[in-house]
């Protein structure tokens, strides 16, 4: 469990994360979510200790990870993949991880076998790709065998296959009945690995609710209809104050809307129905309609990064 308590962080007169509280429960992956600058990163470090809070707590485990015992064992964390001699083998590499936290080295062939590595654990770390690297801070962050873990931004950059491993990889972890919390700042690659979600913005809480729930309510909902007497219809719902586009001759958008409605309208009035279907809203236009208050650095070219993601 990690448990931040009015956690506040401030660099001069930048305030990076105000007044933040939120849990982290085992058993399942928890998306910490946030626009670029939203803080975080910060409250990651925060919570492994390699940046004090200006007020506020974080515990990890019950406790500030300073205080922690044997950190390795309790908390492990993917920060950045590429924090790695380049010349040292991945083998190496996690050897010497293992002397300095006093874990036995039988555990590095362990974790080279989980995260499918043992086939390269000889080889030079800095000709890894991106993928491999990813697999290596993975391994490392394994090493102690913890019950939480910490993963920032870990699918940045990869391809499809290595996001989809790294997805399934966290929700096997989280099954085992460890905490797990991975940032991202895309919203539609977190519905689909994450339970929980954990949404900021300028350093603050915007929601901590299930995936579900925030999709939910997030995205705007309308029914897409075909008909014949499509003219007829819009006429009989635009009377009833419904907002309705009409794309072509027969099909309209009605917004706001639930199929149900627009279905029983139709039939009371005896108009011929070829489609009925309710219609998600984007994910990320969603997301970013409500964290676009939160975005530090605004741009012209928003709307068409809006477009581009999406369930
Ligand atoms: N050492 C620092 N000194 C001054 N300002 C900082 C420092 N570290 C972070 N910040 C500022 O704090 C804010 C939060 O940054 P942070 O890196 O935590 O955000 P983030 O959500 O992780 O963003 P990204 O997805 O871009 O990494 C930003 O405005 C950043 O410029």
Redesign the pocket.
């Known amino acids: 469990m990690i448990e931040a308590d009015r956690l506040t962080?401030r660099?001069?007169s930048?305030?990076?994360?105000n007044d933040l509280s939120f849990t982290v429960k085992p058993g399942r992956v928890t998306g910490f979510l946030?626009?670029?600058?939203?803080?975080?990163?910060?409250?990651?470090?925060m919570i492994l200790g390699l940046?004090r809070p200006t007020s506020g707590a974080v515990l990890v485990d019950g406790r500030p990870y300073r205080e922690l015992k044997q950190p390795l064992r309790t908390v492990g964390a993917l920060i950045d993949a590429k924090w790695v001699h380049p010349n040292r083998s991945a083998q190496a590499h996690l050897k010497w991880l293992a002397r300095s936290n006093d874990i036995p080295l039988r555990r590095v062939d362990e974790v080279l076998e989980m995260v499918g590595l043992s086939q390269v654990a000889r080889r030079r770390a800095g000709g890894f790709s991106l993928g491999m690297s990813q697999r290596l801070g993975i391994a490392a962050a394994l090493l102690g065998d913890p019950k939480i873990l910490l993963f920032?931004?870990p699918v940045n950059g990869l391809d499809p296959e290595g996001i989809h491993w790294i997805r399934r990889f966290m929700q096997g972890l989280a099954a085992e009945g460890r905490t797990v919390l991975v940032?991202s700042?895309l919203l539609s690659e977190m519905s689909l690995t994450a339970e929980e979600l954990i949404v900021?913005g300028r350093?603050e809480l915007i929601a901590q609710c299930s995936t579900d729930e925030f999709v939910e309510g997030a995205s705007n909902a309308s029914v897409r209809v075909r008909s014949p007497q499509a003219q007829e219809l819009r006429q009989l719902l635009t009377g009833q104050e419904f907002v309705v586009q009409q794309p072509d001759r027969e099909t309209l958008l009605v917004g706001d809307a639930g199929s149900e409605q627009v279905g029983e309208i139709a039939a009371r009035n005896g108009i011929v129905l070829h489609e009925l279907s309710l219609q998600r809203g984007s994910l990320e236009e969603a997301f970013m309609q409500l964290t676009s208050q939160a975005v530090?650095y605004q741009t012209d070219f928003g709307g068409a990064a809006a477009t581009t993601a999406g369930k």
Do not use: F
């Open positions: 962080k660099y001069g930048k305030v990076a994360v946030g626009p670029n600058g939203a803080g975080k990163s910060t409250t990651m470090r940046d920032d931004e940032s700042h900021i350093g530090e």
